[in-house]
């Protein structure tokens, strides 16, 4: 038996990510696992950066039990334009991995449950996320923020969405004071506007994680746009992490955001990508250790400039991996693009290196 390189961590370290580690660190040779064990085992259990950068890298690991399906409420005032934005989704979808609810103002009190001592009806409770659509040529009324305090209640992500952004003359002042309002952000959006419909899908995403998977695989047009959200959030906390100072080399936080990346980036592309797959890719974040050598040689080069440097190539480095992953996953995808829709997770019809 080798030894347990992560037992001082393997309480409370997210499973996947020790699973991604076990493997990482097979590749090691004997020596090196035993000096980053009595690394690992200096880990004082009490919130530090180490904690910090965990609870990090635990968040872009959470993102990737998302579902295979999603309903999304649509829900707000007479004339907002509800139907049409229901209809412009549904235009663009593939598939059916998201569904769509539309509730007008009068169903409201219903929906919010004001009339059943039960609480939440069963479509509010059904919803993973509800998408408030008001008019922004209005200011908005007392009654449609006690509406979203309400709703906030439930389960379900709300994001408030100032539709007809087009007829309003400072957009921006329009969207600021409506988040004031509203104490939350506040999407933009016009029916007409093609663009403005991917920022709202790239918001849904933002707001709840958990919708990546269902979106893509509905939206096969918008993968690009959420693959490239993907990496900017991973290049971030690569640079958190990088500016961070650690009692262990800066490979290991580095490889397990690549890690969890790379998967997310598989998954946009509708490439079913699990943990065993995931070894697969073992040998690319191999390339965070030559990284994180280059980065040692440069901090002792410019020792005055060491978190400016191991910041930003953390930072940098996983752009440019990110990006190299997309255009991969991206060719492997387009071999299946004449089916449009691909298979969904708990399926085996495919790996992602499958011909
Ligand atoms: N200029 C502009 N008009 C819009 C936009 N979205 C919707 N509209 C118009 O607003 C009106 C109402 O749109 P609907 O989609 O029917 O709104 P609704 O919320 O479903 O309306 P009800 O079902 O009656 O509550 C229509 O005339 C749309 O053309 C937008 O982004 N910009
Ligand atoms: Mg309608």
């Known amino acids: 038996m080798s030894v347990d390189v992560f037992s001082r961590i393997r309480d409370w370290a997210p499973k996947e990510l020790l699973t991604l580690f076990d493997q990482l660190v097979y590749f090691f040779p004997p020596e090196t696992r035993l000096s980053l064990k009595r690394v690992i085992d200096t880990v004082p259990p009490t919130p530090d950066n180490f904690t910090r950068i965990y609870e990090m890298i635990r968040e872009q690991w959470s993102d990737l039990s998302s579902q295979d ?40 009190d219903e929906y919010l449950g004001y009339r059943s001592e039960a609480g939440l009806s069963d479509d509010l409770v059904a919803a993973d996320v509800v998408l408030l ?24 992500k709300v994001i408030p969405v100032l539709n007809k952004i ?14 004031r309002q509203l104490k939350a952000g506040v999407l933009p959006l016009s029916l007409f506007d093609e663009e403005s419909i991917d920022d709202l899908l790239r918001g849904i995403v933002a707001s709840s994680p958990r919708s990546l998977y269902a979106l893509s695989r509905a939206f096969p047009e918008f993968r ?31 490889a397990a955001l ?3 990346m790379i998967l997310k980036l598989a998954r946009t592309c509708g490439l079913k990508l699990n943990l065993e797959r995931a070894r ?10 030559a990284v ?21 190539v953390s930072g940098a480095y996983t752009f440019a991996l990110g990006h190299a992953a997309i255009k991969y996953f991206d060719s492997i995808a387009g071999v299946f693009e004449t089916a449009r829709v691909l298979p969904g997770p708990g399926s085996d019809d495919f790996t992602w290196n499958r011909d």
């Open 166 to 179: 087009d007829l309003v003359e400072r957009p921006r002042a329009t969207l600021k004071a409506a988040g």
């Open 280 to 289: 697969e890719i073992i040998p690319l974040l191999a390339l965070d250790i």
């Open 69 to 108: 399906h999603v309903t999304i409420a649509v829900v707000g005032p007479g004339q907002t334009g509800k139907s049409g934005l229901v209809r412009a989704l549904t235009r663009r979808q593939a598939g059916n991995s998201v569904s769509f609810a539309v509730v007008d103002v009068q169903g409201l």
């Open 258 to 260: 690549h890690g969890a």
């Open 292 to 312: 994180d050598r280059g980065t040692d040689y440069l901090e002792k080069r410019f020792p005055e400039r060491k978190t400016l440097i191991a910041a930003s």
């Open 133 to 156: 659509v008001l008019d922004a040529q209005y200011a908005l009324s007392e009654s449609t923020v006690r509406m979203y305090r309400k709703l906030s209640q439930a389960p379900a």
């Open 224 to 254: 690009k746009a959420l693959g490239r959200q993907i990496v900017n959030e991973a290049a971030f906390a690569a640079t958190v992490a990088g500016a961070l100072r650690i009692p262990f080399p800066l490979f290991l936080p580095a």
